[in-house]
């Protein structure tokens, strides 16, 4: 993990969530007696059954982080790191903790890159910090820092991409990734968490975290060539010192030979 804060320049972020049951219990079902797990089957029931069978997902209000992780990027967009935080422990307080202090302190030169972090990730963390009392001054109180939806210090690829929301972006980050011959989603879903959480899925959880960091930053890397800010050669040049990266250090992260596995070069069609 590089200690030099000032070269690293953007943060690719992506937060896994389930359901608190216990929140739930209380704000939906305060006068029934049942268990926190049986509280989120039923809400999502209600749900399922008033979205006409199209989504059982629980609003971001009823979650907590289960998985935070994060890729460390330079000016010159090459990936230094990706972090998990808080392993192997993954307590809720202290993600959320380790989170807005690198945000604030550690690395508030730099601009956080999501794929709908406005929509989801950063109303979660804020949600967190709101509950365990933690300060974020600069992302609440500047007004050019995470939360302005056209400035620099946060970039969400889905709004950008989306020509904020002119369109619907279907396929999501799953579909821009396979455009870049990347693997995107590999058999786990976002809506398939917390059932794994609630089978100790703990470490598939976190490859599945780092698998969308990896998606959003060959993503992110694309957008800078559409910018102008890196001619396509050199990110195709950024693309094989990170397969490189990965490479290189999959002894230490699971995630990184799954990736590898399921590789692809950019090959565009028709």
């Not at 998985?67 to 990027?73: A, F």
């Not at 422990?89 to 550690?106: C, D, I, K, P, Q």
């Not at 398939?192 to 969308?212: A, K, W």
């Amino acid at each position: 993990m590089s200690k030099n804060y000032d070269e690293i320049k953007y943060l690719v972020f992506d937060v896994e969530s389930i359901p608190d049951g216990s929140l739930i219990h209380k704000v939906k079902y305060p006068e029934e007696e049942i268990k926190a797990h049986d509280a989120v089957i039923k809400y999502q029931q209600e749900i399922l059954e008033g979205s006409n069978g199209s989504t059982d997902f629980i609003p971001v209000t009823f979650q907590y982080p289960v998985s935070i992780c994060i890729g460390k990027v330079a000016e010159d967009f090459s990936l230094i790191d990706i972090v998990v935080l808080d392993k192997p422990e993954y307590r809720a307080s202290e993600m959320t903790r380790l989170f807005w202090h690198g945000v604030e302190n550690l690395y508030n030169h730099a601009s956080m890159v999501t794929f709908n972090g406005r929509g989801f990730d950063i109303p979660l963390l804020e949600l967190m910090a709101y509950r365990y009392g933690f300060s974020a001054k600069r992302h609440f109180k500047d007004k050019w820092a995470g939360r302005n939806r056209f400035g620099t210090k946060h970039i969400d690829l889905q709004d950008w991409m989306s020509n904020y929301n002119a369109i619907r972006m279907n396929g999501g980050l799953n579909l821009l990734a396979k455009v870049l011959g990347k693997p995107g989603k590999m058999g786990t879903k976002g809506n398939e968490v917390y059932d794994m959480h609630c089978r100790g899925l703990i470490q598939e959880i976190n490859d599945y975290c780092v698998h969308d960091v990896l998606d959003t930053y060959f993503v992110f890397l694309r957008t800078r060539v559409m910018l102008g800010e890196i001619p396509i050669s050199r990110e195709q040049d950024i693309v094989a010192q990170t397969k490189k990266f990965l490479a290189d250090n999959n002894e230490k992260n699971p995630a990184y030979k799954s990736y590898l596995e399921n590789w692809g070069d950019w090959a565009p069609w028709p």
